[in-house]
Every structure is written in structure tokens, then in C-alpha cells.
């Protein structure tokens, strides 16, 4: 049988599992040198893949390479960032005092200066699987203070990454997305969108609440593994918002969407028409700082960030694509679909 080191040696030269005339070639080599090897079922005592394949990839998977690369591309909001704190970190007893300022505190400055300096602590409690959901009982500032994620935020990528958003959508990626839409096959949902979409833009009026949503028809959810069960576009868009009607019943609301999240939650008289924006997460409302769609959304998507979320699963690619795209988070090191790079470079370097 090929050594160790063969197989090593050949996945050097090819870089992956070679490809198929060489299973076949080595497989022919083997039966030769050794009849007994030779499959009694197959026409020429060999198959071009089975065992080789399969060992192949064994080899791969248990190679230091395969296991760096591997480690290299992971889901981004689960994974520590590298902190720009340009404040001044407490611990200990500072700490437990500030976090007391921050709950009974009326000045909202002092509030927020508080939150920056117990961000790292924050972090390490976030990142603890074993306190992870203790967080908003910790910090229930974030509860009824507008802002404070996207200040956290601001403290793991700087002001840039966090403006980027907001600052490039409405002249740069709107209307690249919308173009893009057109060519997708009819539906009633795209169908839906488009037209409003496009008056919006045109007439440059406000921002209407499902604009954003366009790109998801983009990237549909996907099925991942053989126990993943497909989700319908319409049913995974109803994971990353939610909407009701003012007058309703916020407690009843939430008891009957069930544990989903993080997800944006609309509240208005009509779809078309929201007063206000949140974010609920843990059966939990967090105001949004501006009720504006676009700056709603940005903030449900920089929530997974402040708080290390994963991506819901049938958002992945959708996720995926607004992180490397819209806010050039980890361009490269995140495990990016075909379809989410294929997007991406032609929402970036085309011209419309």
C-alpha cells in the first residue's frame, strides 16, 4: 500500500486529493504488485475512487496543513477579536463598582464611559460558554439604553469598520443590489420588492423597512449536511425579522415566536409603516438607536458581534456575504461560499 509519507507527498504536489486518473494509475500499480488487493466485483479489480479516496482524504484530514487551514476559516462572531481598547480596562472591585454606576446611573455620559471601561470583563463573560447567557443580566443597561452595542462594536473594529454601513449603503450598495436582483428569476417576493425598491431610490425617498432584505434573495438559505432540513426563502427571511402590530402585546409576542434569535423586531400600524425598531435576543428587547430600517439592521448585524452569536443557519451565506461586503470583516479568514464570493465581487467591481 502507498506509505504515509507517499501519500503526503503526492497531496504536496497537488496540493488537495489528486485527481482521478491517478487514483486509477496508483490503483493499477497496487493490484498489479499485489493480486490478492484486486476487487473480485469490479470489471478490472479496481475503482477509480473507494479506498484511495477515502484515504486520501483520512490523510488530509489528520495533516497538520489540512488542520491550520482548517482552525483558519471559522465563524467569525464566535471567534475573539483582537480589542481596540484606547480606554482604560477595570477589574476587580473598580470593576463591580462601575457596573453598579452603570445600572442605577441617570447620566447617560457616564453610563457609556462606564460600559467602555468594563468591555473587556464583558468580553470574557461573553466568550464563557458557562456565563454567556448571563450577560444581559449582568449589563440590563442594554435593555433600555439605546446605542450601547454599537459602541461595543466601535471598541472590537474601530470607527471605520463601524460606519462603513450606513456611510457606502444608500449611494454604493443599494443600487448595485437592486440591479443585481433584477436578473433573478420572477417570484412574488422579488416582485414585491423590486418596484418599491427602485421608486425609493429613484425619488430618493425614506428608506422603506424591506429594502434591506433584498440581498437575501441573492443567497438563499442552504441545506448543510445530510440531517439539515431545507428552510423556504420565506420562512428563513422570517427568522431575520419579525413584525407587529402597535397595540399588541409585547410579552404574548415573544412567547409565541419562540427561542429564534437574534432577529429584528418591527412594530408599526403597517409593514410599511414602523414606528419602532428592536432587537430581541433571549426572549429579550433591545432598543435600537436610530428607527430607521437601514440603521435597525445595522445594528441587528452588529449585535452578533457584541454579543458572540453564531449566524442563524439558514442566514449563513446572507450573513456571510454583509460581513466580507458591507463592513470588510475578515476578508479571506471567513469561510465564505462560491456564491457569497461570486456576489460579492460582482456587487464591488461592477459599474451600473
Same mark, same amino acid.
Given at each position: 500500500m502507498l506509505s504515509f509519507l507517499g501519500q503526503m507527498s503526492l497531496m504536496m504536489r497537488f496540493r488537495r486529493i489528486p485527481p482521478v486518473n491517478v487514483h486509477i494509475t496508483y490503483a493499477l500499480g497496487i493490484t498489479t504488485l499485489f493480486p490478492n488487493l484486486k476487487d473480485p466485483d469490479s470489471k478490472n479489480g479496481y475503482s477509480g475512487s473507494s479506498y484511495l479516496a477515502w484515504r486520501w482524504k483520512t490523510v488530509q484530514r489528520n495533516s497538520e496543513e489540512f488542520k491550520k487551514s482548517k482552525s483558519t476559516f471559522q465563524h467569525c462572531p464566535k471567534t475573539p477579536c483582537n480589542m481596540l481598547l484606547h480606554v482604560k480596562q477595570l477589574s476587580g472591585d473598580e470593576c463591580k463598582e462601575a457596573m453598579s454606576v452603570i445600572r442605577h446611573s441617570a447620566d447617560m455620559k457616564l453610563v457609556k464611559d462606564n460600559m467602555k471601561a468594563t468591555f473587556q470583563y464583558r468580553q470574557k463573560v461573553i466568550q464563557d460558554p458557562a456565563t454567556a447567557s448571563t450577560v444581559l443580566d449582568l449589563f440590563?443597561?442594554?435593555?433600555?439604553?439605546?446605542?450601547?452595542?454599537?459602541?461595543?462594536?466601535?471598541?472590537?473594529?474601530?470607527?471605520?469598520?463601524?460606519?462603513?454601513?450606513?456611510?457606502?449603503?444608500?449611494?454604493?450598495?443599494?443600487?448595485?443590489?437592486?440591479?443585481?436582483?433584477?436578473?433573478?428569476?420572477?417570484?412574488?417576493?422579488? !416582485?414585491?420588492?423590486l418596484p418599491l425598491s427602485w421608486l425609493a431610490y429613484l425619488k430618493k425617498l425614506p428608506f422603506l423597512w424591506n429594502l434591506i432584505f433584498i440581498p437575501y434573495h441573492l443567497l438563499p438559505p442552504t441545506s448543510r449536511g445530510r440531517k439539515s432540513?431545507?428552510?423556504?426563502?420565506?420562512?428563513?427571511?422570517?427568522?431575520?425579522?419579525?413584525?407587529?402590530?402597535?397595540?399588541?402585546?409585547?410579552?404574548?409576542?415573544?412567547?409565541?415566536?419562540?427561542?429564534?434569535?437574534?432577529?429584528?423586531?418591527?412594530?408599526?400600524?403597517?409593514? &410599511?409603516?414602523?414606528?419602532?425598531h428592536?432587537?430581541?435576543? !433571549?426572549?429579550?428587547?433591545?432598543?435600537?438607536?436610530?428607527?430607521?430600517?437601514?440603521?435597525?439592521? !445595522?445594528?441587528?448585524?452588529?449585535?452578533?458581534?457584541?454579543?458572540?452569536?453564531?449566524?442563524?443557519?439558514?442566514?449563513? &451565506?446572507?450573513?456571510t456575504f454583509i460581513q466580507?461586503?458591507?463592513?470588510?470583516?475578515?476578508?479571506?479568514?471567513?469561510?465564505?461560499?462560491?456564491?457569497?464570493?461570486?456576489?460579492?465581487?460582482?456587487?464591488?467591481?461592477?459599474?451600473?
Open positions: 440590563p443597561r442594554f435593555l433600555y439604553t439605546s446605542g450601547l452595542i454599537d459602541q461595543d462594536f466601535t471598541m472590537l473594529f474601530g470607527e471605520e469598520v463601524s460606519g462603513k454601513f450606513l456611510a457606502k449603503w444608500p449611494t454604493f450598495f443599494k443600487p448595485r443590489i437592486i440591479t443585481e436582483c433584477q436578473k433573478l428569476p420572477q417570484s412574488a417576493q422579488v !416582485d414585491e420588492l432540513s431545507k428552510v423556504s426563502t420565506s420562512d428563513a427571511a422570517d427568522r431575520l425579522k419579525k413584525f407587529m402590530k402597535v397595540g399588541r402585546s409585547m410579552e404574548t409576542f415573544l412567547k409565541e415566536t419562540g427561542p429564534a434569535q437574534p432577529f429584528l423586531l418591527c412594530v408599526g400600524e403597517r409593514k &410599511n409603516s414602523i414606528q419602532n428592536y432587537i430581541v435576543l !433571549d426572549q429579550k428587547v433591545i432598543p435600537c438607536m436610530t428607527q430607521t430600517g437601514v440603521a435597525a439592521f !445595522d445594528e441587528l448585524f452588529k449585535s452578533h458581534f457584541a454579543f458572540s452569536l453564531s449566524y442563524d443557519e439558514p442566514l449563513f &451565506n446572507f450573513y466580507t461586503s458591507m463592513y470588510g470583516i475578515d476578508v479571506g479568514s471567513v469561510r465564505e461560499s462560491p456564491r457569497v464570493k461570486e456576489i460579492r465581487a460582482r456587487i464591488l467591481y461592477s459599474a451600473i
